[in-house]
């Protein structure tokens, strides 16, 4: 079982940087045991233009066996017979033999780490991947779904049968090159689930764990996959309840992904505007950091989060022992668990998990459980609500649950023009009903506070652009009869109302 990495060099970058990559030294051969046999490491090739690591694995078919007796089919699927168990395709063909393999020899680059080049992980490589012997079930057209959305650019031919007899039609094995432009660790981690995935078999147990290691290698790319179904079915070796588990899995990233309003890019983008020498901070980072500015100064430690999707500002929340009380809570249940898996509030210590509760709830309705909090948080939540339903919500917070302090973030339309991934006319989240000018922003809130007796005033969140105002606006609400003593300057504006004329509006 053979495979061969290859990549090119410059005078700037000499192709031996690959050696560095895959913690192997070109000029060493180095050997390696494992459960099932022995890989072997080398370099066919190694000069400054080109250079090659080639990774061949022995197979030990009786260990293999040996191993696998008592699980009713002998390695690679077929049905057990005397001779097949010893006599198969798995010393010759690519397999999850040799994905195990990849992942054991080559553990610190699939990862993404070179302590002596730290740079180097980072930095997309000229990278060639030369199979000579992948069995693919579905065929060479099954290689190219999968393997093409990733980047790669791929050349699959079809092995026959026998060459001498031509009639005797093809195999399911197929001679495979792809050839991209993409860090390591991602080539490495495409290898380790997709050849598993073409042959259609494990050679071990699949265990719960494996949902795991497919969430860590398909992390970045499997979420969006266009062939996710058969990937995951086959990779967790069409064990149902695993396959589900994985799917549900991927769709809470993507569902928590979706609830944070701007997408990474247009973060980034807010970032690149700024003078700071230092790593650009996030748009999303600034954001939290923001509320939790608001709730420190509103001397809060009873906390809200309404609409808490994946549960990053709980999380940022439980860091601080001033917030002794935190409630998450959100519409969807599947985001409740992924943030729970998150958070690991199963592995959390006692006095720790008695701090938070995750709830599952709608806005647009009246909650007891919501009620006596000192503060609530309204992050990027408002602009995922239809119209319609905006008056209900507001009723369940200010009206209902009316705790002393309520932050809203919602994104500013205006800064848009600022993004110039964003096409015109475009709103930032596919999810979004509407986004809002400054003035229409400062028109509800001021309607909100009128109505139900509190105080508000504006703050811009990131850079606050003179023509557009920032990216993230933020309203912060106070209850009337509890309204800190703060100054208010050219970006804060309040408002307050008598407590009849709150009944009355009530």
């Known amino acids: 079982m053979f495979l061969t990495i ?3 060099g410059t005078a700037e970058r000499p192709a031996t940087d690959l050696g560095f990559l895959l913690h192997k030294h070109p000029d060493k051969t180095q050997r390696f ?4 046999g022995v890989a072997h490491v080398f370099y066919p090739e ?3 233009e080109r250079c090659t690591a080639a990774l061949l694995l022995e197979i030990d078919a009786v260990a293999l066996v040996r191993r ?3 699980k009713g089919a002998a390695p690679g699927g ?7 168990q010893y006599v198969n395709d798995r010393p010759y063909a690519a397999s999850s033999l040799l994905a195990v393999a990849l992942s054991t020899v080559f553990s610190s680059a699939l990862k993404g780490q070179c302590k002596a080049r730290p740079e180097l992980p980072e930095q997309a490589l000229p990278l060639r991947v030369d199979v000579p012997a992948l069995p693919a079930r579905g065929g060479t057209g099954l290689v190219a779904r999968l393997f093409e959305p990733l980047g790669w650019t791929v050349t699959a031919e079809t092995v026959p049968l026998d060459e001498r007899f031509p009639e005797w039609g093809d195999s399911r094995y197929v001679r495979l090159s792809l050839e991209g432009e993409l860090r390591l660790a991602d080539a490495l981690r495409h290898l380790y689930v997709l050849l598993p995935v073409l042959d259609d078999a494990k050679h071990y147990w699949v265990a719960p764990d494996e949902v795991d290691k497919l969430l860590r290698s398909g992390e970045g790319w499997l979420e969006t996959h266009p062939e996710q179904l058969l990937i995951t079915n086959r990779f967790l070796a069409r064990r149902r309840s695993l396959t589900r588990d994985a799917l549900d899995r991927l769709e809470l990233a993507r569902l928590a992904e979706a609830d944070d309003t701007e997408a990474e890019e247009l973060d980034n983008a807010v970032d690149e505007t700024s003078d700071t020498e230092d790593k650009p901070i996030p748009l999303a980072v600034q954001r939290r950091e923001a509320i939790l500015d608001v709730l420190r100064g509103a001397g809060a430690s009873r906390v809200l989060d309404l609409g808490c999707g994946q549960g ?4 940022s929340l439980l860091k601080e022992p001033r917030f002794t009380d935190i409630v998450g809570v959100d519409v969807s249940m599947r985001a409740l668990q992924f943030a729970a898996r998150r958070l690991r509030l199963d592995r ?4 720790q998990a008695a701090r938070v509760k995750l709830l599952q709830g709608s806005l647009a309705y009246t909650d007891s459980r919501l009620k006596g909090y000192d503060a609530a948080v309204l992050s990027e939540v408002v602009e995922h609500v239809d119209p319609p339903r905006l008056p209900a919500l507001e009723y369940a917070v200010f009206g209902a649950a009316r705790p002393a302090t309520v932050v809203v973030t919602t994104p500013n339309v205006e800064y848009n023009v600022r993004w110039e991934s964003l096409p015109a006319g475009h709103v930032r989240h596919a999810d979004h009903r509407f986004e809002w000018t400054r003035e229409e922003f400062r028109a509800w ?4 506070a009128e109505r139900h007796g509190y105080a508000v005033e504006f703050r811009p969140v990131g850079p606050d652009d003179p023509e557009v105002g920032p990216p993230t606006q933020m309203a912060v609400f106070h209850n009337a009869g509890n309204t800190p003593d703060t100054t208010t300057d050219s970006t804060t504006e309040s408002i307050t109302e008598s407590t009849t004329e709150k009944e009355a509006a009530a």
Do not use: C, D, F, K
């Open 348 to 351: 959390m210590p006692e006095r």
């Open 6 to 8: 290859t990549t090119t």
């Open 445 to 448: 809130a001021h309607a909100v």
């Open 312 to 315: 990053q500002l709980v999380g």
């Open 78 to 84: 077929a049905p057990h017979l005397a001779l097949a």
């Open 46 to 48: 190694a000069t400054a």
């Open 33 to 36: 045991s494992t459960s099932h």
């Open 68 to 70: 696998n007796r008592g």
